[in-house]
Nanobody, 123 residues
Framework: QVQLAESGGGLVQAGGSLRLSCAAS????????MGWFRQAPGKERELVAT???????YYPESVKGRFTISRDNAKKTVYLQMDRLKPEDTAVYYC?????????????????WGQGTQVTVSS
């Protein structure tokens, strides 16, 4: 099973930006879709971005136009650039690896998860 390690979280003011990184171990990183999820206190975990093995992307309306997911297969790393952050973006952010190469939208599509990184946006 692949190991995933997120970094880049922190405290930022509303309107600011953060870039999250997720480094993966193991072979065949490029064969699998990757996703970023978040979980706020008292809420269910939700998808915020996914990228396929051939770099197609998907975002829910809540983050579309503000968040950008990308991947560097040579570095086995996936990124989440978050711009124009809002207080409601405050959550623990997790990266995950899908079981397939195509865009993956459900938590059940993913079999490996990072430990999470806290993002706090102050108003």
């Amino acid at each position: 099973q692949v190991q995933l390690a997120e970094s880049g979280g922190g405290l930022v003011q509303a309107g600011g930006s953060l870039r999250l990184s997720c480094a993966a171990s193991g072979p065949t990183f490029s064969d699998y879709a990757m996703g970023w999820f978040r979980q706020a206190p008292g809420k269910e975990r939700e998808l915020v971005a996914t990228i396929s093995g051939i770099t197609s992307t998907y975002y829910p309306e809540s983050v579309k136009g503000r968040f950008t997911i990308s991947r560097d297969n040579a570095k086995k790393t996936v990124y989440l650039q978050m711009d124009r952050l809002k207080p409601e973006d405050t959550a623990v952010y997790y990266c995950a690896r899908s079981t397939v190469g195509s865009l993956s939208f459900r938590q059940g599509d993913y079999d490996s998860w990072g430990q999470g990184t806290q993002v706090t946006v102050s108003s």
